[in-house]
Nanobody, 123 residues
């Protein structure tokens, strides 16, 4: 059973904004780094953003300045706020969690994956 649950995907026009959410079980959320990945049709899954438990954030170059990752411990939820969306941002977005942030981010090998939520940027 997939422990991570994403929501918030949808259709948005270029230049628009969209917020994604990922809810995790408490025991996972408080002990792991949380990240977002995405996969477009025909492409490999790629990392988008990560937030460590100490608050450190990293972003893929393609989304820097446009996307923001955050965590709300009271709700066991990780967010991805996306603005200035482009057609090339169209993809299925996946939430991921990992105890080792290096394994999660540098090796793209999380301990847990969500099922994904579709984001489509089109006019």
């Amino acid at each position: 059973q997939v422990p991570l649950a994403e929501s918030g995907g949808g259709l948005v026009q270029p230049g628009g904004s969209l917020d994604l959410s990922c809810v995790a079980p408490r025991n996972i959320f408080i002990s792991t780094a949380m990240a977002w990945y995405r996969q477009a049709p025909g492409n490999q899954r790629e990392r988008v953003a990560i937030m460590y438990t100490d608050g450190t954030r990293k972003y893929a170059d393609s989304v820097k300045g446009r996307f923001t990752i955050s965590r709300m411990y009271a709700k066991n939820t990780t967010y991805l706020q996306m603005s200035g969306l482009k057609p090339e941002d169209t993809a299925t977005y996946y939430c991921a969690a990992g105890k080792n942030p290096i394994t999660l981010w540098d090796l793209s090998r999380p301990d847990y994956w969500g099922q994904g939520t579709q984001v489509t940027v089109s006019s």
